[in-house]
Nanobody, 117 residues
Framework: QVQLLASGGGLVQPGGSLRLSCAAS????????MGWYRQAPGNERELVAS?????????RYQDSVKGRFTISRDNARKAVYLQMNNLEPEDTAVYYC?????????WGRGTLVTVSS
């Protein structure tokens, strides 16, 4: 089993920044992909950004966050970070850390990000 501990959510004004962190523990050997998803009220969960944990660290972003969000990793700790800049009210959601290991998805508890003035 993989456990994911996420932190860093909170309330921020439009244009502000937040940094989310997620660390994996337990059976971390074999994790090859980590990322962040989000779910706003009334919406389905959607991919925000992902990064491969092995090799070159290929990243993938949702179009709406490109140029504003940056995902990074710490391979040794099996940790992933999401730097969110120039936040918009539309970014308000519960953000979930995800890890994929041998084709199985693991989820952390969500962390709430609220962008409001």
């Amino acid at each position: 089993q993989v456990q994911l501990l996420a932190s860093g959510g909170g309330l921020v004004q439009p244009g502000g920044s937040l940094r989310l962190s997620c660390a994996a523990s337990g059976s971390i050997f074999g994790i090859n992909l980590m990322g962040w998803y989000r779910q706003a009220p009334g919406n389905e969960r959607e991919l925000v950004a992902s990064i491969t944990i092995i090799s070159s660290g290929t990243t993938r972003y949702q179009d709406s966050v490109k140029g504003r969000f940056t995902i990074s990793r710490d391979n040794a700790r099996k940790a992933v970070y999401l730097q969110m800049n120039n936040l918009e009210p539309e970014d308000t959601a519960v953000y979930y850390c995800n890890a994929r290991r041998y084709g199985e998805d693991y989820w952390g508890r969500g962390t709430l990000v609220t962008v409001s003035s």
